[in-house]
């Protein structure tokens, strides 16, 4: 979609501007968000990109819509991916470690936001609904303490730092603290696209979701090599397709 860069890009500069960053410190945030994810990405057989790259290779890169770079831009790719579902009172009847579905919600932008100039273009309403919703239906009160993974939606950087603050992770405006702490690399409190993300898988549409859950499945299994996370209790993914001002979210808890 040849508007999409532009549509983040916009939401970048908003969020720079709104929380009081200088294009310096907002590129330099987001090059941080990718090159975690593209880390990750080298300790997963099943990426599309594995290698490192540097947060100083992301800041130089070719601009795609400023200040989106090319690594703050997920890749092109094909996929394929199925899932095997069963209810939950027969699922060790086929395996001895299923993991089992704690919450799964949707919710779907009605477009009020393109309409109406008080949309501020920093957060995506129905991330923020959906994720409340899944929170209520899994019982996490606290999900920053509760919560011990994510895979989420970064089609582009500045996606992916608005996701902390809308999924109830980080502060609103302060997700930056977060990424310079490290809170969501693999050795942080919470691992955000421990197999790499689309960054390091492309976006095959469909199939990534169930990527996403995929890769859950093996952190709660204990199965995930290298990057296992240690001791995960729920892991969260979040989809979404469209906009940040128009666009549908699903947003799932899982547990062991």
Same mark, same amino acid.
Request: a positive charge; proline letters at 6%; hydrophobic letters at 35%.
């Given at each position: 979609?040849?508007?999409?860069?532009?549509?983040?890009?916009?939401?970048?500069?908003?969020?720079?501007?709104?929380?009081?960053?200088?294009?310096?410190?907002?590129?330099?945030?987001?090059?941080?968000?990718?090159?975690?994810? /593209? /880390?990750?990405?080298?300790?997963?057989?099943?990426? /599309?990109?594995?290698?490192?790259?540097?947060?100083?290779?992301?800041?130089?890169?070719?601009?795609?819509?400023?200040?989106l770079g090319l690594f703050d831009c997920c890749g092109?790719?094909?996929?394929?991916?199925?899932?095997?579902?069963?209810?939950?009172?027969?699922?060790?009847?086929?395996?001895?470690?299923?993991?089992?579905?704690?919450?799964?919600?949707?919710?779907?932008s009605s477009g009020e936001e393109l309409m109406y100039?008080?949309?501020?273009?920093?957060?995506?309403?129905?991330?923020?609904?959906?994720?409340?919703?899944?929170?209520?239906?899994?019982?996490?009160?606290?999900?920053?303490?509760?919560?011990?993974?994510?895979?989420?939606?970064?089609?582009?950087?500045?996606?992916?730092?608005?996701?902390?603050?809308?999924?109830?992770i980080s502060p609103r405006g302060r997700a930056k603290?977060?990424?310079?702490?490290?809170?969501?690399?693999?050795?942080?409190?919470?691992?955000?696209?421990?197999?790499?993300?689309?960054?390091?898988?492309? /976006?095959?549409?469909?199939?990534?979701?169930?990527?996403?859950?995929?890769?859950?499945?093996?952190?709660?299994?204990?199965?995930?090599?290298?990057?296992?996370?240690?001791?995960?209790?729920?892991?969260?993914?979040?989809?979404?397709?469209?906009?940040?001002?128009?666009?549908?979210?699903?947003?799932?808890?899982?547990?062991?």
């Open positions: 979609n040849i508007t999409a860069p532009g549509g983040f890009a916009m939401m970048a500069t908003r969020y720079f501007s709104r929380y009081g960053l200088s294009p310096d410190e907002g590129k330099r945030t987001l090059a941080k968000i990718s090159s975690k994810s /593209h /880390h990750n990405g080298t300790l997963s057989p099943k990426a /599309h990109l594995r290698r490192e790259i540097s947060v100083e290779a992301i800041m130089k890169a070719p601009i795609i819509a400023w200040p092109v790719t094909d996929g394929g991916a199925a899932a095997i579902v069963t209810r939950a009172d027969m699922a060790k009847k086929f395996r001895p470690d299923p993991v089992y579905i704690k919450a799964l919600q949707i919710a779907i100039t008080d949309y501020d273009y920093t957060h995506v309403e129905a991330t923020y609904r959906a994720g409340a919703k899944a929170y209520q239906e899994a019982g996490i009160k606290n999900p920053r303490e509760e919560i011990s993974m994510m895979e989420t939606h970064d089609c582009f950087s500045i996606n992916e730092l608005t996701q902390y603050e809308d999924l109830q603290e977060d990424v310079d702490a490290g809170f969501f690399n693999l050795d942080g409190q919470i691992p955000n696209q421990s197999d790499g993300g689309l960054k390091s898988f492309g /976006h095959p549409i469909a199939a990534s979701g169930l990527r996403m859950l995929y890769e859950l499945y093996k952190q709660l299994q204990g199965k995930a090599g290298p990057r296992q996370i240690k001791n995960p209790r729920f892991g969260l993914t979040h989809n979404m397709g469209g906009m940040p001002p128009y666009n549908m979210v699903s947003v799932s808890i899982v547990g062991r």
